[in-house]
């Protein structure tokens, strides 16, 4: 029987993450330590900081302070993020947080 859940490991120690989950530990503490309203982020607001991290990713690979295999792989993985609207699921912290 294949688990539900993957440990992930942080400087605090290890912690049960969802298996099919896009976050680590320091997500899973969110949720665990700091529910607040039961709201997650709105899905404007996550897209908005996707298209942010996106456009940083470009802009410090046009200043080369940061690799084209990073660069690219942030760019890949942002817009993956942003083509299926059902992946904001995977931005569960509390809004108030």
């Known amino acids: 029987m294949a688990s539900q859940f993957r440990t992930e490991r942080d400087s605090m120690g290890e912690v049960p993450v969802p ?6 530990a320091q ?9 607040i309203s039961g ?4 899905e404007r ?3 908005a900081l996707l298209t942010l991290k ?7 690979l046009s200043l080369e302070t940061l690799d084209s295999g ?3 792989a942030i760019v890949k993985a ?8 059902a992946l904001v699921s995977h931005f569960p912290v509390d809004i108030f947080q």
């Open 78 to 85: 942002v817009d993956q993020l942003l083509s299926d609207p």
């Open 54 to 60: 996106r456009a940083t990713a470009e802009a410090n």
């Open 19 to 24: 298996a099919d989950a896009l976050y680590g």
């Open 70 to 72: 990073r660069a690219t």
């Open 39 to 42: 709201q997650p982020m709105p």
């Open 27 to 35: 997500t899973q503490r969110a949720i665990d330590n700091f529910s």
């Open 45 to 47: 607001f996550v897209r």
